[in-house]
Nanobody
């Protein structure tokens, strides 16, 4: 049973920083990719950033590309999201995600519990 345990959310003023961490119960090298999603009130969950098992990163939102950094530490089985210069529109529940390929055409998805990030103006 895969468990993803998140930490590091909270309340911050605009312009501030937060660091989200996601600790996996097993080796993160077993996942093809890990990433972060967020869901604002009344909105659908959206992909923020991903990092593959070889360290390739992708930022799905143009609005975060120069402010957020995703990283992984295989020795600690942890993926982090460093969020700088936060804006009120970054407010939402942030979820850690891990994907592991199953067969040729599908992935198993695993989710963290989600943690609220609130950015005040």
């Amino acid at each position: 049973q895969v468990q993803l345990v998140e930490s590091g959310g909270g309340l911050v003023q605009a312009g501030g920083s937060l660091r989200r961490s996601c600790a996996a119960s097993g080796s993160i090298s077993s996942f093809n990719a890990m990433g972060w999603y967020r869901q604002a009130p009344g909105q659908q969950r959206e992909l923020v950033a991903t990092i593959t098992s070889d360290g390739t990163t992708n930022y799905a939102l143009d609005s975060v590309k120069d402010r957020f950094t995703i990283s992984r530490d295989a020795t600690k089985n942890t993926v982090c999201l460093q969020m700088n210069n936060l804006k009120p529109e970054d407010t939402g529940v942030y979820y850690c995600n891990a994907k592991r390929r199953r067969g040729s055409w599908s992935f198993d998805n695993y989710w963290g519990q989600g943690t609220q990030v609130t950015v005040s103006s």
